[in-house]
């Protein structure tokens, strides 16, 4: 919650109402001005604060005001005992909210893993969305620290069949060559060349970018492309995901050293290098229809300027025909022997 307030907005959220005043009738002291707060606290939040310092300090100063009580008297609420578990039912019935149980957060993480993870990478919004799912279905929620608990079990959950669906989709020989993108090739295995996978060295070599436009960057993309698709990976493997969760799980495995992934578990490691493969085999894609047009566009470019050079060449040898010719014809006639000139 917000701990500094505009006097405005502290005016309207925090001012007791007559059906308010009522509920304190029977309360006095420490007990009625916690009463009163965790009753407005409770109208914004949809929870109750954890401790006495979650509630704004202005917000405790102008609802002591309203119940004339000191406004000291909230360091004197007790926090553990009957009477406030006693207010907070009261104040759930006033908003018809139900204590949150086991039950409803099992059910929350499965609706989290099952519903949002696919689509939502945010830790934060997955938390949010707990918040309002509590809310839309008036049931407290868990306090903060327990959401958080909750989103990571469930971002946890969705992971593992995440990594389960994709393993089962991958066939044999697939998994295979993906295990040989991080093998040690100083280990005495087989030679990375002759290899789908190829080693460490072309796993460092797949997640390059191409040189510089050239026949020579042309040809290198074509030959790890055709590395990549002979790994053979199915064509709708991500087909039932959003490519935002692609594309995090190909950051990921980017940054991951070989000797990291091969330290993993055997359904996480060929995850991830599937998605990186995955989208690295688009991206290679593009990247060649790139190289080839710039390549094309090189050499019309150099064409051009080779035809500009020829047809200025041979421009400048009309013109200096042209003044050989105008030269001769200007030229005075000699008079012939024989004849005077008058």
Not at 48 to 67: C, K, L, S
Not at 118 to 132: H, N, Q
Not at 208 to 228: I, M
Not at 258 to 275: D, E, F
Request: net charge positive; glycine share 6%.
């Amino acid at each position: 919650m917000l701990q500094e307030w505009e006097p405005e907005d502290l005016i309207e959220v925090w001012t007791l109402l007559e059906d308010d005043m009522k509920r304190l009738r029977n309360k006095s002291g420490a007990n009625r001005l916690g009463f009163a707060l965790m009753l407005k606290y409770f109208e914004v939040e949809a929870r109750f604060p954890e401790t006495a310092r979650e509630v704004p300090d202005a917000a405790v100063t102008y609802v002591a005001q309203q119940v004339k009580v000191e406004a000291g008297a909230w360091g004197s609420y007790d926090w553990q005992g009957d009477r406030i578990k006693a207010h907070r039912t009261e104040i759930r019935k006033i908003y018809g909210f139900r204590a949150n149980t086991r039950a409803d957060q099992v059910g929350l993480a499965e609706w989290l893993a099952a519903e949002l993870c696919p689509v939502e990478l945010s830790r934060e919004r997955l938390a949010a969305a707990v918040v309002a799912r509590c809310r839309h279905e008036h049931i407290e929620p868990p306090a903060p620290r327990q959401v958080a608990r909750l989103v990571g079990r469930a971002v946890t959950e969705f992971d593992r069949r995440f990594c389960r669906t994709t393993c089962d989709r991958l066939s044999a020989t697939t998994r295979e060559r993906l295990e040989e993108l991080i093998a040690d090739e100083a280990a005495g295995g087989p030679d990375p060349v002759a290899v789908a996978g190829g080693g460490r060295a072309f796993f460092a070599e797949l997640k390059t970018d191409p040189g510089a436009p050239g026949l020579e960057s042309l040809l290198a993309e074509v030959d790890k492309l055709a590395r990549v698709r002979r790994l053979e990976l199915p064509a709708d493997l991500f087909a039932d995901v959003s490519e935002k969760l692609v594309d995090a799980w190909r950051a990921r495995a980017a940054k991951e050293y070989p000797a990291n992934l091969a330290r993993m578990k055997p359904a996480m490691r060929l995850t991830l290098l599937a998605a990186l493969c995955h989208v690295r085999q688009t991206e290679i894609a593009d990247a060649l229809v790139e190289l080839f047009i710039q390549l094309v566009q090189k050499i019309n470019t150099r064409a051009e300027r080779r035809v500009d050079k020829e047809l200025a060449g041979e421009a400048k040898k009309v013109r200096a025909r042209r003044r050989c010719c105008c030269g001769w014809r200007r030229r005075p006639s000699r008079s012939r022997p024989g004849r005077s000139s008058g």
